[in-house]
């Protein structure tokens, strides 16, 4: 299986800091529900793009990212990157409820360093407000 399509879901751990949120799963794995509350997710993750990833089913916007968009130039090459950077590890995000279209917003990091820092030291990425 190539970097790029990467998609095992294992050793994934949730936790809710606010009880009373259930992701209920639709079909092809996407979520019903996103979390309102605060809460942490982690797992083995899937690349969407450059800025956006999916940790154990739930698509995760990166806070204070911005990558071009896959049809965009430079897109295909950020959404590489990312491959390469979440490859083999266990990705662990947190979010505070805010949500960009059908992704929650969440800070995430691999061995302690930040998904969001790396991309932008790789040059593919800038941040963003959010």
């Known amino acids: 299986m190539g970097v790029a399509t990467l998609s095992a879901i294992a050793m994934v751990r949730f936790e809710l800091k606010e009880p009373g949120h259930d992701f209920f799963q639709m079909p092809g ?36 990212l911005n990558c071009p968009e896959l049809d965009e130039p430079g897109g295909q090459a950020a959404k590489h990157t990312m491959s390469l950077l979440v490859a083999n590890e266990i990705v662990t995000c947190s979010f505070a409820g805010r949500h960009s279209y059908d992704r929650i917003i969440g800070r995430c990091h691999v061995n302690d360093e930040s998904l969001a820092d790396l991309m932008r030291q790789h040059g593919h990425c800038r941040s963003r407000w959010f």
């Open 29 to 64: 794995n996407w979520p019903l529900h996103l979390p309102s509350g605060t809460g942490r997710i982690s797992g083995n993750t899937y690349v969407r793009d450059g800025d956006t990833i999916i940790v154990n089913r739930v698509p995760v916007r990166l806070q204070n």
